[in-house]
């Protein structure tokens, strides 16, 4: 996300500009980063692999499938980067098929390799692993093989494999809101996971992991919907059409806003139905019937956010790109998080996540109005 959420908007406004030579220097420059910051979090996980997945909730009962999942995994980052970080340009030339396609053959791959190699060879929590490492480098040689291939608008050639350092700054000055929304999700995990087992214990951690999940089922198909815009509004904000992106803008924000209404809607009467697709535990799925509606209680309005933040990171506004992404998790959640519960217990910690929602939307909601009122002055 740090170099295919910065890199994809600027290649998309380049060739809205008609310059096609400056948006194979970015994807090239992008290229290299992935391959520096693939090497960097290897070695840096390998060496500080156990407090790593301490903090993030491992015990030590769970600790051995942690650190046998990980170490597989950790084979794999290259592809992760590849796959990922350069599927975003692939959206931004408009070919969503294909990125799609991507994607489709890792997750079906891996669906495929799982119980083959988890039961059929009785590899266990190895054969997850190594079934996501074999699925991710598929899906990194099928988009490399694309951006290689003549059928790529903008492709990988090798005189633009090299570090630019002013496309770079770019990249990341713009890619960093996108950084941070990925990153701070780690830290959230760690501050929860923390409170939830010294307020509520193991049940309460369990709980919020279906949340999260639950959650994911709506916020991850609105991610994909707002990265097939924003090439769009990339293009177009290139190109001065601003009446196409005040016209695409007020369509994304019908559909996620539409989305993430509905979807509300149906947890609030209907909570035990996400519960049971997790678990069959009747406890679990009592406290999660409880706490879910709660949990998600901003979610009505969140898909404003989203839109919000797509339209700065497409119209390349890092600044208030990153502002979105750093108010709603670092200043907001985690400060709640960390608060709350010292007066209301561990039912704090699930309060944090609604309030910190609808702050942050409402914010969004008016940049965004001002930003698209500014752009009848251009």
């Known amino acids: 996300m740090f170099v295919g959420g910065g890199g994809a908007p600027l290649a998309a406004i380049a060739l809205g500009r008609n310059h096609k030579e400056e948006a194979e220097k970015i994807l090239g420059t992008g290229v290299v980063i992935l391959t520096i910051i693939s090497v960097f979090l290897t070695i840096t996980v390998f060496v500080f692999k156990k407090p790593l997945l301490y903090m993030f909730g491992a015990s030590n009962s769970t600790y051995q499938y942690a650190n046998t999942y990980t170490s597989i995994y950790l084979l794999g980052t290259l592809f992760v980067q590849f796959a990922l970080g350069l599927n975003l340009f692939i959206t931004c030339q408009g070919q969503s098929t294909i990125a799609m396609t991507s994607v489709l053959i890792g997750a079906i791959t891996n669906i495929i390799l799982d119980p083959i190699l988890i039961f059929g060879f009785h590899l266990g929590v190895s054969g997850a692993a190594i079934a996501t490492v074999l699925s991710q480098a598929l899906s990194a040689a099928f988009v490399m093989h694309f951006l290689i291939s003549k059928k790529s608008v903008i492709q990988i050639k090798r005189k633009c494999l090299k570090m630019d350092f002013e496309i770079a700054k770019k990249i990341v000055s713009l890619g960093v809101s996108s950084f941070v929304m990925q990153v701070t999700e780690s830290a959230i995990l760690i501050v929860f996971n923390t409170g939830l087992l010294r307020y509520g214990g193991d049940i309460y951690v369990g709980a919020m992991t279906i949340m999260q999940s639950v959650m994911q089922l709506v916020i991850v198909p609105i991610q994909g919907f707002t990265q097939g815009v924003q090439p769009i509004i990339s293009y177009n904000y290139g190109a001065g059409r601003f009446d ?48 879910l509606p709660i949990f998600m209680g901003g979610l009505w309005l969140f898909g404003i956010q989203m839109s919000a933040q797509m339209f700065f990171v497409g119209t390349g506004q890092a600044r208030k790109s990153l502002f979105i992404a750093l108010l709603r998790k670092v200043f907001i959640l985690i400060p709640l998080a960390l608060l709350l519960p010292h007066f209301l217990g561990v039912i704090g910690i699930f309060y944090s996540e609604p309030i910190a929602d609808l702050i942050s939307a409402t914010t969004s909601g008016v940049l965004l109005f001002f930003s698209l009122r500014r752009l009848n002055e251009l």
């Open 244 to 291: 196409r992106v005040k016209e695409v803008m007020k369509l994304s924000l019908r559909v996620t806003f539409g989305t993430t209404f509905c979807y509300y809607v149906l947890v609030l009467f209907i909570p035990h139905l996400f519960a049971g697709v997790f678990t069959p535990n009747g406890e679990l799925i009592a406290l999660v019937s409880k706490l």
